[in-house]
């Protein structure tokens, strides 16, 4: 089974652009989280996917968006960058149902770099 | 919202030693992860524990669920140069349904000297 898959792997920005990062779950995985990872807040949730729909939300600005489409692949949208915004975006794939011990797995990651 | 602390920030040992890794939490989780992150790659799982008191291996590497469920420890026995990575805990809060938002720890660097 091919594992998750992130696309680009990196990026190049400048301030005020949008970005939009891809990932492709494990085939059959139905849900998909984003989390933004950086030195110094370490890794942070920032939504999660399930069936097309925002189901979990972490604590970020309305800048950062996401969907999902029916074949369970998803995109995340960043708008006006700020410097701030310079991370690993790490995208993650599980089951998503009700089933207990519901592991995740995660993506090498897009390194997004805004100047 | 939930906190993990997880210590030590980084280690420098010899190669051969063992190392230990803790995390504790503020809050209650039911279910407790170790992962390891190498350069340019994401977190790999290494043990999944969902039972307080659980004492799980996997291979070099022994993890415990905290009978508190407020922490959990790592350890590496007989280290090697490609444990060399970042490890992370990550506490859930229920058993994989429809809530489900990890929390990780700050992670901690390990350095192994050949």
């Known amino acids: 089974k091919a594992g998750v898959t992130q696309t680009p792997r990196y990026l190049i920005k400048t301030r005020g652009q949008q970005v939009t990062l891809s990932c492709s779950p494990i085939?059959?995985?139905?849900?998909v989280s984003w989390y933004q990872q950086t030195p110094g807040q370490g890794l942070q949730f920032l939504f999660e996917?399930?069936?097309?729909?925002?189901?979990n939300k972490g604590n970020f600005p309305g800048r950062f968006s996401g969907r999902q489409f029916s074949n369970s692949r998803s995109e995340m949208n960043v708008s006006t960058l700020e410097l701030g915004d310079s991370a690993l975006y790490l995208c993650?794939?599980?089951?998503?149902?009700?089933?207990?011990?519901?592991?995740?797995?995660f993506g090498a990651g897009t390194r997004l770099s805004v100047l | 919202g939930q906190q993990l602390n997880q210590s030590p920030q980084s280690m420098f040992i010899q190669e051969g030693e063992d190392v230990s890794m803790n995390c504790t939490s503020s809050?209650?989780?039911?279910?407790w992860l170790w992962y390891k992150q190498e350069p340019g790659e994401g977190p790999v799982l290494l043990i999944a524990?969902?039972?307080?008191?659980e004492l799980t291996s996997n291979g070099r590497l022994t993890a415990q669920f905290g009978i508190t469920r407020k922490d959990s420890f790592l350890n590496i026995s007989a280290s090697i140069p490609s444990d060399v990575g970042i490890y992370f805990c990550?506490?859930?809060?229920?058993?994989?349904?429809?809530?489900?938002?990890?929390?990780f720890g700050k992670g901690t660097l390990l350095t192994v000297n050949p």
């Open positions: 809050s209650i989780f039911n279910t």
């Open positions: 996917y399930f069936s097309e729909t925002q189901r």
């Open positions: 990550a506490g859930q809060p229920d058993s994989g349904g429809s809530n489900y938002k990890l929390t």
């Open positions: 993650a794939s599980r089951d998503g149902g009700t089933v207990i011990k519901n592991i995740q797995y």
């Open positions: 524990l969902y039972k307080a008191g």
């Open positions: 085939s059959g995985h139905r849900s």
